[in-house]
């Protein structure tokens, strides 16, 4: 090896701790993640969004416009 694959290796080892048998993290983060959940639910009306419905209202529109599509729509469903 060279001198500079040598300092890159020296680097690294001293820019990254090394890593134990059993890292785990500190804190559990599944119930964080849990109340996260349950914001986002709290927050929208019914589980819809906003961006729900204007995908709908654009599905119909582009239906109503293209109506050869519906076919090609169904088959993909």
Known sequence: MN???ERMK???REA???LG???E???DLWPAMLRRLDTRQAE??????????A???GLVGALAVFPTAIPLLLYYL
């Open 16 to 18: 990254l701790p090394p």
């Open 55 to 57: 995908l709908l209202v």
């Open 3 to 5: 001198a500079d694959e």
């Open 44 to 53: 929208s009306l019914s589980g819809w969004v906003w961006f729900d419905g």
């Open 10 to 12: 020296e680097l690294l």
């Open 25 to 27: 993290p500190t804190t």
């Open 21 to 23: 048998e059993d890292q």
